[in-house]
């Protein structure tokens, strides 16, 4: 058997106003005087106290992002294409010193991909799998503004692409840097952050329960746990650390194991009706009693508890075609359903299981 070779984030820096300390991350990587940095910022961010905060210095690049959507191929070649033009333009062609990503899952995949495409080029979609991207990456870093993705700690940037939603995993695809200051996520409205902190908690709901788990993921994903369940369940005082290092944990136990059942559910329902990820997940989980039975059960708690929204009967207005078309979304999604059944899950992963799970949501 060959193990995994598993690349990780190689600098970070953690804790209450580390944000403040991007000026001096990027002053290591500012070498000559046409040296400039791409800042890609969700928007939400714009007019906040964090805007001016931003260390931007004259020639540096600031992007605005729209993240109504989860990222598609399409947005990030476009924003790859406005950097490339602007270096043409004004810097001889030549690359940014740094990318920065700043915002949730959505922005942090959006500047590892831009930080990717403008070294390998064709357009997003061509990259979309396991190690296709040739070239190393743009330096880039990561700045989480809401936690529980673990994209700040992945090897992938998942995008929504002409045929298929799948990311680009590859070594190159890692931040180079990533900064956790839980002042940045204080603030973000009680359902999302609700929805984007379950991806966590489900995240090693399915690792810890799964077939592929070991005792490296298995390390990381039960201190995750731990730290969900004091989050969720006792409103630590000390919740935004927690929730923080919760989600950065949760990617790390994720990059030795696999997801399951959820996810090959919740990618179907993003991929046809939208769902944003987050919200999916927690749609899809609330009908996983047989398979999560006391990881449910704790979630219904959690959900009750914050008095969180979850959609109901969202099935009603579907049509045959996009039913079929979100069973075989889901049931294509072999690693995932590996991880639940072991190797004979094919014979279990029948398309009337599927629909009848996503009938019940
Ligand atoms: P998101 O980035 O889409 O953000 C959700 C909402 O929260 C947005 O409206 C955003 O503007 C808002 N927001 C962000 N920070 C805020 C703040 N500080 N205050 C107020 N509002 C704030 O959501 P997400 O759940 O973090 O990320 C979802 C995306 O991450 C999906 O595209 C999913 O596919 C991806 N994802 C990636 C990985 C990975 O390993 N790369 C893993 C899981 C999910
Ligand atoms: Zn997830």
Redesign the pocket.
Known sequence: MKHRNFKTVPKMIFGRGAFDQLDDVLMVERKSADDYVVFLV?E?HKDKPLAGRIPQQDGDMLIWLD?TD??KTKYVDALTEQVQAYAKAHKNGKDPVSVIGL?????L?IGKAVALLLNNPGGAASYQGWDLIKNPAVHHVGIP??S????EA?R???LTGPDKKL?MNSDYTVFDQIIMDPD??A???KN?WF??GM?CYIHNVEALEGTYINEFARAFGEKSMALCHQVFLEDHPESDEKLMMASYMG?QSIAYSQVGACHALSYGLSYVLGY???IGNCIAFNVLEDFYPEGVATFRKMVAKHNIDLPKNIMKDVTEAQMEKMIRTSQGLAPLWDNVYGPSWKEKVTPELLRGLFSRM
């Open positions: 969700d939400i993240v989860e990222p915002g949730g899952g959505s922005s995949d503004t809401i529980g993705t673990g994209a992945s992938t940037t998942v990311g940045l996520i603030g973000v409205p999302q929805y984007t991806d990617g944003h990820h987050g």
